[in-house]
């Protein structure tokens, strides 16, 4: 399939969840992205469970859950019932990441590990034949909004060629202040799925503005 666009509902409108979800649903998009903050690892807090199954019970589409918590091991199977599909956790947040990332796979839920705009990739030399995904942040995460670290495609590039000598599938997705003015050079250095809130959600047309993102010219991705 073509690159993943995968909207940020953290930029939704929480009067209309619902029918933000079902937009998502019929548009071009191919996952939800939900950003889970607990206001400890980030300095801000978003909404957890309760929310989560509320999206999955409308959503016809894969759930792509972002945990920017502290102690990530002790809830993975609560939000793998909770109905995510994938679950990524913070390299910074996890004592044992290879631990952690075992759990996700135990309860069939593909795993991914995010990195903040100050860690290098060379983290995951290790562990990246264990990943389905990698994030890679290319804001301070936390709030949304954020202005485009610079910085990631050059982080982007370098991660795709590691892959391609340990893990040529590797997913990579790039969260924060993606749109159109930046997808093609991300997909261009490697990146082949992406988060996209305000640039979805403060659209005039969100699903037009899904189907713009989804409609630019990248790399396939195996999925």
């Not at 995968?6 to 996952?31: C, G, H, K, V, Y």
């Not at 206001?39 to 909404?47: A, D, H, K």
């Not at 939000?79 to 044992?96: L, M, N, P, Q, R």
């Not at 893990?167 to 159109?180: A, F, N, Q």
């Amino acid at each position: 399939m073509k690159h993943v666009i995968a909207p940020s509902i953290l930029s939704a409108d929480f009067a209309n969840l619902q029918r933000d979800t079902e937009m998502i649903n019929a548009s071009e998009a191919d996952w939800f992205h939900v950003d889970v903050m607990d206001g400890v690892f980030v300095p801000n807090i978003s909404y957890g469970f309760p929310v989560l199954e509320a999206v999955k019970r409308h959503a016809t589409k894969p759930l792509d859950v972002h945990l920017m918590i502290v102690n990530p091991d002790q809830y993975i199977e609560q939000f793998a019932k909770a109905g995510a599909d994938i679950i990524t956790v913070h390299y910074e947040a996890c004592v044992h990441l290879h631990r952690t990332v075992q759990a996700i796979k135990a309860t069939g839920c593909k795993a991914g590990v995010a990195l903040n705009p100050h860690t290098p990739i060379s983290v995951l030399t290790d562990i990246l034949v264990d990943l389905d995904m990698v994030l890679i942040m290319s804001v301070n995460p936390g709030f949304g909004g954020q202005r485009f670290i610079q910085n990631t495609y050059k982080k982007v590039s370098a991660l795709r060629a590691l892959a391609m000598t340990i893990h040529p599938d590797l997913i990579i997705e790039v969260d924060g202040g993606v749109g159109l003015q930046n997808i093609g050079l991300l997909a261009e250095a490697g990146a082949n799925a992406f988060v996209a809130g305000s640039a979805v959600f403060a659209a005039e047309s969100p699903s037009k503005m899904i189907s713009d993102l989804k409609s630019v010219s990248t790399g396939s991705v195996n999925i």
